[in-house]
């Protein structure tokens, strides 16, 4: 009777594998067209929140992990090109990640960096007087505490910190493995049950291979382009967002809609705050920043912005103060070509680069940081 019963259980058991076999073959099949048009690892369309932005961090660093970050706001995330740092740099690419949200101070990327226990080659923050102030500073802290309730358990140290960190090499190889022969296994591929509800009521999705594949990578059904009537979010790349302007400026709708608005903005919130907080905030970053190879970079704005922003807050001598009380380097705007800050064509607004002239932001920062000590001890510099 027992071996009956027994007996029934596994054929029940291969039944339901084999229906489980047959639900997920035609997902197989998907994923594996996808890949033979878009490649392996598809990786289509950008991060809608910062929980996702931070996921596809996570995920980007357990499969290769980068050693060398960019942290910072949407400044930094639209400004810093990763592949164009990597080749000025001579490293490669995939040591680097732009590690910058929008919205959010820098601090919370160095937050991010000693909370996962990585220990970086090297650090470039991006600072702005904005990365000193209530809202910024804020939001940064509502991430990581986001991130520590993700991941509850603090690195361990020691002989079991040297065992877990072994268990999960070997349970990331085995992993991979099954991954490289189920392809819809790999975790970049699984979707939700409600992923698949918006699936099926998107079926214009199903006939377009692009926003297919657009889905499997990402579980988003809608457009995987941001477009407004001036600019699109066009691509993403090891947390840099390329953002691409499909109309130009004129000086006067520059002023009326990238410029004049943005000031008002500063004045009324970012710099009474600054000024109000910024010692407390300053001393913030210092406990963060100790002992990391680190330097600073204040990202280029619109000259009169700059003008405007150096009139209202003493950020300069701060930013120096900072650098000089953690012996590390600083890079100022001053230190690039005129043409970054003096022509309007280079910017989406007051504040943020578009691609075109991130590329050639990015191609000189790289220039300037090769003169830097601590980056020629983990660099190749040309």
């Given at each position: 009777m027992r071996s009956s019963i027994f007996s029934s259980r596994i054929v029940h058991v291969g039944v339901f594998l084999f229906a489980l076999l047959v639900a997920a073959a035609p997902y197989e099949f998907i994923v594996r067209r996808a890949e033979s048009q878009f490649g392996r690892d598809i990786r289509l369309g950008f991060p809608r929140s910062d929980e996702e932005r931070m996921d596809w961090f996570l995920e980007a660093q357990r499969r290769k992990p980068a050693s060398i970050f960019v942290v910072g706001n949407s400044q930094c995330q639209y400004g810093v090109i990763p592949d164009v740092l990597a080749k000025g740099l001579g490293v490669d690419p995939d040591r680097i990640f732009n590690l910058s949200?929008?919205?959010?101070?820098?601090?919370?990327?160095?937050?991010?960096?000693?909370?996962?226990?990585?220990?970086?080659?090297?650090?470039?923050?991006?600072?702005?007087?904005?990365?000193?102030?209530d809202d910024m500073v804020n939001r940064g802290a509502a991430m990581i505490a986001r991130l520590n309730a993700a991941h509850p358990d603090s690195p361990a140290s020691g002989l079991l910190g040297v065992y877990n960190r072994n268990r999960q090499r070997a349970e990331e190889w085995l992993?991979?493995?099954?991954?490289?022969?189920?392809?819809?296994?790999?975790?970049?591929?699984?979707?939700?049950?409600?992923?698949?509800?918006?699936?099926?009521?998107?079926?214009?999705?199903?006939?377009?291979?692009?926003?297919?594949?657009?889905?499997?990578?990402?579980?988003?059904?809608?457009?995987?382009?941001?477009?407004?009537?001036?600019?699109?979010?066009?691509s993403y790349d090891r947390g840099f967002v390329a953002l691409e302007m499909t109309k130009p400026w004129d000086a006067e709708s520059?002023?009326?809609?990238?410029?004049?608005?943005?000031?008002?903005?500063?004045m009324d919130n970012v710099f009474p705050n600054y000024r109000q907080m910024s010692n407390v905030y300053l001393s913030m970053a210092l406990a963060q920043a100790r002992d990391m190879p680190l330097v600073l970079l204040r990202m280029p704005t619109v000259r009169s912005f700059g003008e405007v922003e150096d009139a209202n807050t003493e950020f300069g001598d701060d930013a120096r103060r900072l650098a000089g009380q953690l012996g590390v380097g600083v890079i100022t705007q001053d230190q690039f070509t005129p043409d970054l800050t003096n022509s309007i064509a280079n910017y989406r607004d007051a504040v943020h680069l578009h691609h075109a002239s991130a590329r050639e932001f990015t191609e000189q920062l790289s220039a300037r940081l090769c003169a830097l000590a601590v980056v020629k001890r983990v660099a190749e510099c040309r």
């Amino acid at each position: 009777m027992r071996s009956s019963i027994f007996s029934s259980r596994i054929v029940h058991v291969g039944v339901f594998l084999f229906a489980l076999l047959v639900a997920a073959a035609p997902y197989e099949f998907i994923v594996r067209r996808a890949e033979s048009q878009f490649g392996r690892d598809i990786r289509l369309g950008f991060p809608r929140s910062d929980e996702e932005r931070m996921d596809w961090f996570l995920e980007a660093q357990r499969r290769k992990p980068a050693s060398i970050f960019v942290v910072g706001n949407s400044q930094c995330q639209y400004g810093v090109i990763p592949d164009v740092l990597a080749k000025g740099l001579g490293v490669d690419p995939d040591r680097i990640f732009n590690l910058s949200f929008s919205g959010t101070s820098f601090i919370a990327g160095l937050q991010t960096i000693r909370r996962l226990d990585i220990h970086p080659d090297l650090v470039v923050a991006c600072i702005s007087p904005a990365d000193f102030t209530d809202d910024m500073v804020n939001r940064g802290a509502a991430m990581i505490a986001r991130l520590n309730a993700a991941h509850p358990d603090s690195p361990a140290s020691g002989l079991l910190g040297v065992y877990n960190r072994n268990r999960q090499r070997a349970e990331e190889w085995l992993a991979s493995r099954v991954h490289d022969v189920i392809r819809s296994s790999d975790p970049r591929y699984r979707r939700s049950p409600m992923d698949f509800w918006h699936l099926i009521g998107s079926p214009g999705v199903l006939g377009e291979p692009v926003r297919l594949a657009h889905f499997i990578s990402t579980g988003q059904t809608g457009p995987f382009i941001l477009e407004t009537d001036r600019y699109r979010i066009s691509s993403y790349d090891r947390g840099f967002v390329a953002l691409e302007m499909t109309k130009p400026w004129d000086a006067e709708s520059f002023k009326r809609l990238a410029l004049d608005p943005v000031i008002r903005n500063y004045m009324d919130n970012v710099f009474p705050n600054y000024r109000q907080m910024s010692n407390v905030y300053l001393s913030m970053a210092l406990a963060q920043a100790r002992d990391m190879p680190l330097v600073l970079l204040r990202m280029p704005t619109v000259r009169s912005f700059g003008e405007v922003e150096d009139a209202n807050t003493e950020f300069g001598d701060d930013a120096r103060r900072l650098a000089g009380q953690l012996g590390v380097g600083v890079i100022t705007q001053d230190q690039f070509t005129p043409d970054l800050t003096n022509s309007i064509a280079n910017y989406r607004d007051a504040v943020h680069l578009h691609h075109a002239s991130a590329r050639e932001f990015t191609e000189q920062l790289s220039a300037r940081l090769c003169a830097l000590a601590v980056v020629k001890r983990v660099a190749e510099c040309r």
